[in-house]
T-cell receptor, first 115, second 113 residues
Framework: GNSVTQMEGPVTLSEEAFLTINCTYT??????LFWYVQYPGEGLQLLLK?????DKGSNKGFEATYRKETTSFHLEKGSVQVSDSAVYFC??????????????FGTGTQLKVEL | GAVVSQHPSWVICKSGTSVKIECRSL??????MFWYRQFPKQSLMLMAT?????????EQGVEKDKFLINHASLTLSTLTVTSAHPEDSSFYIC?????????FGPGTRLTVT
């Protein structure tokens, strides 16, 4: 079946540090890959996505590259801010029989950025 | 961006009672809504997919008679947990799809005592 594995948290960084959150996936077919972010008290928001191999998704200084050869979609940011503190979810989406698609999520990684 | 709301944000109920959770798409019409359940430090697990005006499609292992889903309009879906038990305590999250993107509600924390 389809699954997503991401590094456990919490990840604690100082402001302006480099961020990497690892994500690997297992899927049949050709999934689209996503990173969602959940700020305290809010719903999940789409951060970035990539729909095919070698695509790079980017938004708000975050980026992730769809690596088919390593089945990975690691999230990176060159310089984190306190406002980036949140829970980050890696997810994949694949078209299901009958149409439509279904999201499969990783367990989420909590990021804490300190001054 | 599109906004999805949930009500209530948290609820405590006694074992054996039923609880209804509402999910609304505030500024768009959603033909498809999804209900997820999240346990601490675990990923979101899809419970069911509901399409407006038709019966919900439940994931394997989810009891459709226990988790009643109604999607009567393009902006409202409800999840009713019937005869709740402590093991139903969890964080329930809804999502609504607008074209190809899903938008998520803030979640509802259910505690059954």
């Amino acid at each position: 079946g389809n699954s997503v594995t991401q590094m456990e948290g919490p990840v604690t960084l100082s402001e302006e540090a480099f961020l990497t959150i690892n994500c690997t996936y297992t899927a049949t077919g050709y999934p689209s890959l996503f990173w969602y972010v959940q700020y305290p008290g809010e719903g999940l928001q789409l951060l970035l996505k990539a729909t095919k191999a070698d695509d790079k998704g980017s938004n708000k200084g975050f980026e992730a590259t769809y690596r088919k050869e390593t089945t990975s979609f690691h999230l990176e940011k060159g310089s984190v801010q306190v406002s980036d503190s949140a829970v980050y979810f890696c997810a994949l989406s694949i078209v299901v029989t009958g149409g439509g698609n279904k999201l499969t999520f990783g367990t989420g990684t909590q990021l804490k950025v300190e001054l | 961006g599109a906004v999805v709301s949930q009500h209530p944000s948290w609820v405590i109920c006694k074992s054996g009672t039923s609880v209804k959770i509402e999910c609304r798409s505030l500024d768009f019409q959603a033909t498809t809504m999804f209900w997820y359940r999240q346990f601490p430090k675990q990923s979101l697990m899809l419970m069911a997919t509901s399409n407006e005006g038709s019966k919900a499609t439940y994931e394997q292992g989810v009891e459709k008679d226990k988790f009643l889903i109604n999607h009567a309009s393009l902006t409202l879906s409800t999840l009713t947990v019937t005869s709740a038990h402590p093991e139903d305590s969890s964080f329930y999250i809804c999502s609504a799809r607008d074209n190809l993107e899903q938008y998520f509600g803030p979640g509802t924390r259910l505690t059954v005592t």
